[in-house]
């Protein structure tokens, strides 16, 4: 027989149907009732939601009169025209019910003239049948309420609101309404809902005599009346999104709902669906038809129903009607409300109050409202906060258009509030808050700019309860600077607060789309807000205005709400690398400076100014030390003090080195009469230094004074979620140039001096290596500037290049000025102690005109000459007298030049550089005496107390005994018993037993976990747990998440029952009824021996709040398990209680243990310890098999000994921590010995866990008891619906990691069954496959938590969040401890699995499409993910319009299994791996176009290098026959000039959007360049290297031919080719995305491969050999004695040095810059312009210049050579320029052809 009969009439039908032969009941499904003939119909009118509109209105605002006579088109509504339609529907149809949803009081005039009169009037006019009460009717009190119902010709209903004891309404108002239509004898009944929060926002005055009970419960126990009266249609007035009460309660025919406008045709707002909607139904009546009216009685709505014999509706039909001009006045009505509107006239002229002054200026309040804070927007919102008693108060300031002054009435009232707002109060964070205050500002307009002739958008927002600061200047939505509390605290945006507005903006208007998708715990508190100031003026007058601004303050800073402030703290990864960095730097420092301290009477120190040195090494110091300083938030101090270190350190440094080589210079460079030592004492010098020192300190000190640098916020992070917080000030660009100018001032002249005294003896003079570090210092500063500037948008990779920049520079001077000293004391040390020095060094060229041919000079004196010099001597031996200063052959000797330089070397003072570190070590001793001290001595204590813990954990329901989690029934015979463990049987044995052994007190308890996860679950719903724990005794349990999954209703049913304690420590559940007298903080324990009490706390896990939903914990304050459990330990302890035991989190126990001084033992759920464990270690012999059994226990992983000890720095030195494991399948116990303190003694915690195997025998009671239960189960499970054609996979660990068939099956079954268009399930909630036959258990045990169904409307951009969070760890196959993989259906997902979590979604498909972000979708989903279950966050804060099934996950798949009988696996894939990268219209590409001006730069340099080659080309060719051109061999010039000219063709190929042809191109185009260039240079230096290492007399001399040296340039460029053709073969180089962009909104698209790296490794490799080789052989032919003419392989060096550096650079900057495309383009084509254009200049201009510019030497080259040679006529070198002359090879370009340069 039909289950749901509901009458005797109904029954015999259906018994009369099972009889006949054709047909049946049961094969008829609830959706062929389509096609069944009505046996009745009905007509329902419908209106709601009129608040005493009686007029037509405009914008919700009351038509005036005169508005009606122009243009009625403008007005809608109205109750003469609500008339008419409601009379036109009633003529059409023959059974009619008229009723009202409520909402009829509030929100106009005419109820503020008649109190609800008017309404009564009308709906008596129109012969309403009922009315259903909501909150606004008992706003004004019970008076108006019993006015407006008594002597009413109709009902007023309300289901749920008990009204018996309030004699004023208990006569008045019903519980339902039936309605009895004589015609057809049928009955139908009418039940209207009251939220049931409702008399929370009702004054209590009212409403102590009332109570409403819960909905569900009331809709149910209502409906089983009216069957038992035999009423089977039922229409409800609900609450507007009523799918939870449909869901709960069997028997609704239809629904009808205020506000929500439900119609088939255009209408003046969105209506929210189709009328009649239909909403998903679990029960005979699949669907049920919704419609509803809209608001401000704009609408009138109809259905029409048609039922069968049995009361179901077979027909349903609607629409709601639009009540606008077409629609004509009824006369009757018309007349009556012309009467009534007479007198609201006459009531808009009372004086409700008074204020004080104007609340507008002379731009009036519409101007000022929509442009500004003004004083009616702090009115109103003062209002509406004080009586919603909300956090704060909003207001769109368009909302108020005219001023208050003086005396007001009830008119002016409703001019400056015009628009019927109610008082909307929502649930909002601090972020959504944020967003909203920024649409407020996003359209503003400065006062001084509006026009006149433009509207201004009223969006401005009006506030209370809020300080927000915003910057104008900002673009839209991005101007709140800072929003604090009226109080000034600062607003958390994480934290949820109540907000009190207007429904205009609550519902979206003025673009306030944030409070549709982000506000949560929404209610409407009734009054309109012009009622509220009407009634607030007339109680507080005279009113004050209130002075603005007040609340709002424009700023010129930069916003910081909703970014992250992003700088360099002292912790980062990026800091420590700077400190280790500055240590090393500090070490080499000190090292150095000690060991020129310890030989600082060699010669290499002291003549080389030991004190300048030790100047230089502290500039030295500052440098490194400022890598100390850099890194850590910026504040005043630091941003005044960090510059100092640098520019101190360059100014020590350089100032020295001028003084250095200044002395030096006037010695060595002018005649030794001349000098005045005098001048050049080390006081002397030190005064220039400190003068340099002095300029900077002033400059650093006047910006400090005058332009201070401070920590300041700047909006220009690569990253649109960042703002970077670092040091500068106003004026920041002009000082830094200002000091860049100085600097130059003092490295100029640093480098003139360098290169002036050049080529002065190294002993005395280290100007070679001062070169040096000047140019290196030169290049890196210029690279440090430039990274800093190019990375101001991302502070870490900035803040790395600065301190990289600062320690190279550093560094590179540290290397070149100290190390060759260092190498002459410990590698030449004979010459660190005495020398001779050739005069040649010392002296240069001082000739006359009478003298030229004689004078000896400094510099001229022979090869041969020597003269000793005693360095070591001092200063005053030194001696020096010229005796006639004309005579000739005179020799000076060296010793007189050194006596200038010894009293710098002599008489300077030697710094002390050795510095002694001294370090204290303390010792901390601690005297306590024994007796007071019970943890010292607590081995030696005497045994006062002993307790047996005995626990259980993890049961989940598992009330059989489990083969990996399948029961095995004990007369099953195709199960093995022997594998079979845990059952509640065997554990009531085992328990038992162990309270019988105890040797001790025992305390028995369960540390959670023990509901959900088997059958016996699904069929009893936590009673098989209950009366097992029951029947066990149990002391204490703690619930833990699962407890609270099905609800609270099913816990409270537990604990309620339960006869042992229930502990939550940091749970608050005060608030929840239901359990705050059944669940507590602790459990206390007393026992009789001794009168010991023991105490038991329980934490719940930490992601509590996330796993649970919120519609169960709303009522539950969740808090920290650390804060929770110390404050009751210590209330414990100060009530005596010393010993207690916590059952655990197993991620958090630990913590807690070492955090909370008390714990004396712990138990936690899950993890497993036992003394069936064996260490590896002591089983070597063991192999793996066994090792791995040794760490299991019936299947599960063994994590340590039993007990596990962890350590405590309390008083008890380790806690004792044990655990069952999982499902049941252990019992342990835990034996405690206690000392005289409470103190748990050495030693005196033991025990370990007992496995409920098969030798453990069933306790016979609990068995029965079992037993019992179980043959209910398998009524319930074993009930088979259908078959599957193959096995639909869905066990655990695949569905967590990958698409599965059974997700594929149940989304598609929700999205079906929700008429959705898109579904998502977790993939952790689906835990079992189908195969064969289906069965209510296989469901239960595939899907056994009782997640519902809900719909949401979910954007695209939401979608790709909930996608992006289940995708967030996918292992494939593999187990993930995460539940959150996605399980989809109706749309396509690629992901790539190898991208950042967070950026893993490529693509999105529905239909074949892309989703875009704005489209809109129903999506279908489980509950426990809709409410941010698995992190799904954005499902519960941005999404709108949910809907809910009454069916859970489970029953929904049964309701489709029974439908379907044949099941088959659906094929159809939906997520798809890729190894793209996730663009899906959410990311721009970027990368650099060519006709961007980036790339337009690099084809102007490049054009510039080309006709610079061309022209170089052309010089050359046109002097080819000219020496400097022949003698280096013209074609390998013309071959350099090959590669040049290809490296700048490459640079207009790197720019423009990657493709095939460029991604190879341009790498080949490089590496061709490099190639060619350096091979001829190594071909070049490699003959020179030849000819200097054997000379042209000997044999095998000059055998190299140009053919050969040919080759070899074409094998190195084979080479290349070679290793390039097989990259591009194996790997090639091809346009990829790549999501390292610095903005989180872009993704770069540039020519990759995957093994890029290694190939550029490799190439990188190859060209350092190459190089290195040109370097190697340069160096070793730089010295060689012919002329540069011909010898040109200084410059080759200077190039291969200069490209070192430059390449080095590239990379760097290619590295650093990935994620900004553009500056890397430009820093990779810059470094090829400048490494190109560096062997340009140092291998051409010297030619050129020989060329044009000394023109007598060309012509006497070859004399000027000869006359060079020494008196032998041979050079110094191995090889003869006689013979080179004299050789025929100089005929015919000999050099130009052997001698190939």
């Not at 207007?502 to 508190?525: E, H, K, M, P, Q």
């Not at 400022?626 to 910026?634: A, V």
Request: charged share 20%; glycine share 8%.
């Amino acid at each position: 027989m039909c289950s749901s009969t509901r009458s005797w009439f109904a029954a015999f039908m259906t018994l009369f149907l099972l009889l006949l032969p054709c047909s049946s009941i049961a094969d008829v499904e609830p959706s062929t009732r389509a096609d069944d003939v009505p046996v009745f119909s009905l007509r329902v009118i419908f209106t709601a939601t009129t608040r005493s509109q009686q007029l037509p209105v405009r914008y919700n605002t009351m038509c005036s009169a005169e508005v009606l006579q122009q243009d009625p088109s403008q007005c809608t509504g109205g109750a003469a025209r609500r008339a008419t339609i409601i009379g036109r529907l009633r003529d059409e149809a023959e059974n009619v019910l008229l009723m009202d949803g409520g909402w009829t009081f509030h929100g106009s005039l005419f109820w503020e003239t008649f109190s609800g009169q008017d309404s009564k009037q009308v709906f008596d006019e129109l012969e309403y049948d009922v009315v259903g009460l909501k909150k606004s009717e008992f706003y004004s009190g019970l008076d108006d309420l019993e006015s407006f119902l008594r002597g009413s010709r109709f009902r007023a209903v309300v289901t749920n609101l008990d009204v018996s004891r309030e004699p004023q309404l208990r006569d008045l108002v019903d519980r339902y309404f039936v309605k009895s239509f004589p015609n057809s004898e049928e009955r139908v009944a009418v039940l209207n809902l009251m939220s049931q929060d409702a008399l929370e926002h009702i004054t209590p005055a009212y409403t102590r005599n009332l109570n409403v009970s819960r909905e569900a419960d009331t809709l149910r126990s209502a409906i089983g009346e009216l069957t038992a009266q035999g009423i089977d249609k039922v229409l409800l007035i609900g609450l507007g999104n009523d799918t939870a009460l449909l869901r709960a309660a069997n028997g609704v025919d239809a629904d009808f709902v205020p506000f929500v406008l439900y119609s088939n045709s255009a209408t003046l707002s969105a209506p929210q669906g189709p009328a009649p909607f239909y909403a998903a139904s679990p029960w005979d009546q699949l669907a049920v038809p919704v419609i509803g009216p809209g608001t401000n009685g704009m609408y009138v709505s109809y259905m029409d129903l048609g039922f069968d014999a049995l009361g179901y509706v077979v027909q349903s039909s609607g629409d709601t009607i639009l009540l606008d001009s077409s629609v004509p006045d009824d006369p009757t009505v018309a007349l009556l409300v012309t009467a009534m509107s007479q007198q609201v006239d006459a009531f808009t002229k009372e004086v409700v109050g008074s204020i004080d002054g104007a609340l507008a200026g002379p731009d009036g309040v519409d101007i000022e409202c929509r442009t500004g804070e003004c004083a009616l927007g702090d009115l109103v919102t003062d209002i509406l906060r004080q009586f919603t008693e909300s956090d704060f108060a909003m207001y769109n300031g368009g909302g108020l258009q005219e001023d208050l002054e003086g005396e007001v009435t009830v008119g002016d009232v409703q001019l400056a509030l015009p628009f019927a707002d109610t008082v909307s109060v929502v649930l909002l964070s601090g972020h959504a808050l944020v967003l909203a205050l920024e649409n407020g500002f996003s359209e503003y307009v400065a006062p001084q700019d509006v026009d006149s002739s433009r509207g201004l958008d009223g969006r401005f927002v009006q506030l209370s309860g809020l300080h927000v600061w915003w910057n104008p200047s900002l673009r839209s939505g991005a101007r709140v600077v800072r929003v604090a509390w009226s109080n000034g605290d600062a607003l958390d945006l994480n934290r949820e607060y109540s907000l009190a507005l207007g429904s205009y903006i609550r519902f979206g208007g003025d673009g306030y789309d944030v409070f549709l998708s982000n506000a949560t715990g929404i209610y409407t508190a009734g009054p309109t807000i012009s009622e509220l100031l009407t009634t607030y003026l007339g109680e507080n007058s005279p009113y004050t205005p209130v002075k603005t601004p007040s609340r709002q303050f424009q700023s010129n800073e930069l916003p910081i709400l909703g970014k992250t402030v992003v700088y360099i703290s002292t912790d980062s990864a990026a800091a420590i690398s700077s400190y280790v960095l500055g240590a090393v730097g500090v070490l080499a420092c000190t090292l150095t400076a000690a060991l020129m301290y310890r030989h600082r009477e060699a010669q290499v120190v002291k003549y080389s100014s030991p004190l300048f040195l030790y100047l230089i090494l502290t500039g030295l110091v500052f440098a490194y030390v400022s890598l100390f300083i850099f890194p850590g938030k910026p504040n005043s101090a630091r941003c005044i003090i960090y510059p100092y270190f640098p520019l101190v350190s360059v100014a020590l440094i350089y100032a020295c080195v001028i003084a250095k080589n200044f002395r030096i210079w006037k010695i060595f460079h002018g005649p030794v009469t001349r000098v005045r030592t005098g001048k050049l004492k080390t006081k002397f010098l030190l005064l220039f230094v400190g003068l340099v020192l002095s300029v900077l300190l002033v400059m650093c000190i006047l910006w400090s004074a005058i332009d201070p640098s401070q920590p300041t916020l700047h909006d220009d992070n690569f990253d649109d979620s960042k703002i970077t917080l670092r040091c500068s000030s106003n004026n920041s660009l002009v000082w830094f140039v200002l000091l860049c100018c100085v600097l130059a001032a003092v490295l100029v002249p640093a480098v003139v001096l360098a290169v002036l005294t050049r080529k002065v003896d190294s002993l005395f003079k280290e100007s070679v290596w001062i070169g040096w570090s000047v140019y290196t210092n030169a290049v890196l500063v210029s690279a440090t500037l430039a990274v800093a500037l190019g990375l101001l948008g991302s502070p870490v990779a900035q803040f790395l290049g600065i301190i990289v920049g600062t320690f190279a520079c550093a560094s590179c001077t540290l290397c070149l000025l100290f190390l060759p000293k260092l190498y002459t004391l410990y590698a030449e040390g004979g010459r660190r102690e005495t020398g001779k020095l050739r005069a040649g060094h010392f002296m240069k060229d001082h000739r006359s005109s009478a003298h030229s041919d004689s004078d000896l000079s400094l510099g001229g004196s022979t090869a041969g000459e020597y003269v000793d010099a005693s360095l070591s001597e001092p200063a005053s031996s030194q001696s020096h007298s010229r005796k006639g200063a004309s005579s000739k052959g005179a020799a000076v000797s060296a010793t007189t030049a050194c006596a200038a330089l010894c009293p710098m070397g002599a008489g300077s003072r030697v710094l002390d550089v050795a510095a002694a570190a001294s370090g204290g070590s303390g010792s901390h001793e601690q005297s306590r005496e024994t007796q007071s001290s019970p943890a010292s001595s607590a081995h030696q204590r005497e045994v006062h107390f002993r307790l047996r813990v005995i626990y259980s954990a993890s049961t989940r329901s598992q009330e059989l005994p489990v083969i990996d989690t399948v029961f095995c029934p004990p007369d099953d015979p195709t199960i093995d018993q022997t594998k079979c463990l845990g059952g509640a049987a065997r554990r009531a044995t085992v328990i038992k037993r162990l309270r019988e052994e105890a040797p001790g007190e025992v305390l028995l308890v369960d540390a959670g976990y023990f509901m959900h996860g088997s059958l016996f679950f699904q069929a009893f719903m936590g009673a098989t747990s209950l009366q097992v724990m029951n029947h066990l005794q149990y002391d204490v349990a703690g619930p833990k998440n699962t407890e609270f999954y099905s609800g609270i209703e099913i816990l409270h049913n537990f604990v309620s029952n339960a006869s042992f304690a229930n502990v939550a420590t940091n749970l608050d559940v005060s608030q929840e009824p239901a359990l705050r007298d059944y669940v507590s903080r602790s459990f206390l324990k007393t026992f009789d021996a001794g009168n010991e009490k023991v105490a038991v706390l329980s934490v719940v896990p930490d992601n509590f709040m996330v796993n649970v939903k919120p519609a169960v914990t709303k009522n539950l304050r969740f808090e920290r398990q650390i804060t929770a459990v110390r404050a009751e330990v210590a209330s414990l302890q100060r009530r005596g209680v010393n010993k207690i035991v916590l059952l655990g989190d197993p991620f958090l126990s630990q913590q807690l243990i070492h955090d909370v001084n008390g714990i004396d033992a712990c138990v936690v759920p899950f993890a497993l310890y036992s003394n069936n464990y064996n260490n590896k270690n002591n089983n070597k012999n063991n192999d793996k098999d066994q090792e791995a059994e040794d760490h299991t226990l019936g299947g599960e992983p063994v994590l340590g000994p039993s007990p596990h000890l962890v350590p405590s720095p309390w008083e008890q030195l380790s806690v004792p921590v044990v655990g069952p494991g999982q499902n049941g399948l252990v019992v342990g116990y835990l034996d405690l010995e206690f000392d005289q303190y409470g103190v748990v003694r050495s030693g005196g915690a033991r025990g370990d866990v007992v496995l409920l195997d098969n030798s453990v025998e069933a306790d016979p009671e609990v068995a029965a008891m079992v037993t019992g239960f179980y043959a209910r189960v398998l009524e319930f499970e074993q009930e088979i619906l259908a078959e599957t054609t193959a096995l639909i996979e869905g066990i655990d660990p695949v569905c967590r990691g990958k698409e599965c068939d059974m997700g594929r099956l149940l989304t598609d079954v929700m999205r079906e069954a929700m008429e959705a268009e898109l579904a998502l399930y977790n993939g952790g909630g689906i835990r079992a496959s189908f195969e064969g036959g289906i069965s209510v258990g296989d469901i239960h045990q595939a899907f056994p938590f009782s997640d519902t169904v809900e719909v949401v409307l979910c954007t695209g951009r939401v979608l790709k969040l909930a996608m992006e969070n289940g995708l967030a760890d996918p292992n494939g196959d593999a187990f993930t401890t995460s539940g959150r993989f996605p399980q989809i259906s109706g749309f396509e997902v690629s992901y790539n699995p190898n991208m950042q979590p967070g950026n893993r979604v490529v693509t999105m498909l529905y239909e074949g499409e892309p989703i875009q972000p704005e489209q809109v979708f129903r999506l279908a989903v489980g509950s426990y993910i809709r409410y941010g279950g698995d992190d799904y966050f954005m499902l519960l804060n941005e999404t709108i319009g949910t809907t809910t099934a009454a069916s859970t996950i489970a029953e929904l798949m049964q309701f489709y299994v029974q439908r379907e009988k044949l099941i088959s696996p659906p094929s159809n894939q939906r997520l798809f791996q890729t190894d793209l990268v996730p663009i899906n219209g959410v990311k721009s590409i970027q990368f650099v176009e060519a006709d961007s001006p980036a790339a337009i730069t690099s084809y102007v340099f490049a054009s510039v290098g080309i006709i610079s080659c061309l022209l170089v080309g052309a010089v050359m060719y046109r002097y080819r026959q000219e020496q400097v051109v022949k003698l280096n061999s013209p074609v390998f010039i013309m071959l350099i000039l090959l590669g040049i000219l290809t490296a700048y063709i490459s640079m207009f190929i790197w720019g423009g959007e990657p493709n095939d042809g460029r991604c190879i191109s341009a790498p080949l185009l490089a590496i061709t360049s490099v190639a060619l260039i350096y091979a001829c240079l190594l071909a070049k230096s490699f003959h020179v290297f030849r000819l200097m290492k054997n000379p042209l007399d000997q044999p095998g001399a000059l055998r190299l031919k140009r053919r050969d040296l040919f080759i070899s340039v074409l094998l190195v460029l084979s080479i290349f080719w070679i290793f390039y053709i097989i990259w591009a073969a194996v790997d090639p180089l091809e346009p990829r995305l790549v999501d390292d962009n610095f903005s989180n909104s872009q993704v770069t698209l540039r020519c990759a491969c995957s093994h890029q790296l290694a190939w550029e490794i490799v190439l990188l490799c190859m060209l350092a050999v190459l190089m290195l080789a040109a370097a190697l052989l340069s160096f070793r032919t730089r010295k060689l004695d012919l002329p540069s003419v011909v010898n040109e392989s200084a410059w080759i060096g200077w190039s291969v040095y200069s490209n070192v550096l430059f390449v080095a650079l590239t990379c760097i900057f290619a590295i650093a810059l990935v994620g900004a495309p553009i500056a890397s383009y430009v820093g990779l084509v810059l470094g090829i312009f400048v490494c190109a254009s560096t062997v340009l200049a140092l291998l051409f201009f010297p030619k050129i210049y020989v060329l044009y510019l000394q023109r007598e030497r060309r012509r006497t080259h070859w004399s000027a050579m000869s006359a060079s040679g020494t008196s032998d006529g041979s050079f110094s070198s191995p090889m003869s320029l006689s013979d080179t002359m004299d050789s025929p090879l100089l005929e015919e370009d000999a050099l130009g052809r052997d001698l190939d340069r």
